[in-house]
């Protein structure tokens, strides 16, 4: 994969399609509901977003998914379905991976190779993604319209102009099946125990996979550091394994772990630590919170 040459949209094309569709003004305009009828069939979605495609030069694909996939299980993957979306892109690049426009370029293939439809693009568990768009046009509910529109953005690639970074990690359901599979990766080396452990970890809840995104990616964070991030997830995992009704499975003890790692790092620099050390320190921050 390393000789393959990374297509991904157009930044300039892509920022200003979503610029002009969530201007304010535009919100519940002409422009947004021609854009969501294009959203409920896949091919006219396809021939709008292949505006995006730079110019130039030769689109190549990576691999498509190797199924089709269900409504929902696209807006809600299982484990091993997320599993399966890493597997096949597994090799390309973090640099590339954070990327809004190489996001959207593969879930747009996906819809034009038929793997998904476009219409998973809106709507929640409970409803299809084409009778919510088909409400929210015929309500003429501006905020409605304009929920969709962001919806759409939000799931094709994450929606940097409206969440910043975190939102292609939380956001876009191809690249948060990516990621999150790739920290199981980075933390477990190998381990299928503990692979199980992390894996139930990050996906506590949304919420819960959000808060620590938002940790992850904050300049100047302490989880910047590889080595800290997965000692922290490694304890993290092993601590819900081995009581399920730790009192870190709630998102405001996860912040208060990390604002104490964070006090910790102000006062001992925790990278010249050995392996050893570092783990011990986060056993023991994760303790002192589940023994409260």
């Known amino acids: 994969m390393s000789s393959i040459s990374f297509i991904e949209f ?73 599993k399966r979306i890493y597997s096949i892109w597994k090799n ?44 929210a046009l015929n309500s003429n509910d501006r905020k409605e319209i304009d929920k969709c529109i962001r919806e759409v953005f939000r799931r094709l690639g994450g929606l940097k102009l409206a969440r910043g970074n975190r939102s292609i990690y939380v956001d876009c359901i191809l690249a948060r099946a990516w990621w999150r599979e790739r920290l199981v990766e980075e933390v477990a080396k190998g381990d299928c125990e503990l692979e199980v452990y992390v894996r139930d970890a990050v996906r506590i809840s949304q919420s819960y996979w959000e808060k620590l995104v938002t940790f992850i990616v904050s300049r100047n964070s302490v989880f910047g550091s590889t080595e800290i991030r997965s000692k922290f997830i490694k304890i993290l995992g092993e601590e819900l394994a081995t009581d399920p009704n730790s009192p870190m499975q709630k998102i405001e003890n996860l912040v208060l772990a990390s604002k104490t790692l964070s006090s910790v790092q102000a006062s001992l620099e ?23």
């Open 10 to 82: 157009d930044a300039d094309k892509f920022s200003n399609l979503q610029r002009n569709l969530l201007k304010p003004k535009n919100k519940g305009s002409e422009q947004q509901c021609k854009f969501l009828e294009r959203v409920i069939d896949s091919s006219n979605f396809c021939t709008e977003l292949e505006k995006m495609l730079p110019q130039g030069i030769e689109e190549n694909k990576l691999p498509d998914l190797v199924t089709k996939m269900t409504e929902a299980e696209f807006k809600d993957p299982p484990w091993d379905t997320e």
């Open 92 to 135: 390309i690049p973090p640099r590339i991976a954070c990327r809004t426009t190489f996001w959207a370029y593969i879930t747009y293939q996906q819809i034009k190779s038929d793997r998904i439809k476009s219409s998973y693009l809106v709507g929640g568990r409970g409803s299809t993604g084409k009778n919510c768009i088909h409400e």
């Open 270 to 292: 925790l990278s010249i630590l050995d392996p050893k050390e570092i783990e011990e320190k986060m056993l023991d921050i994760i303790n002192s919170i589940s023994n409260q």
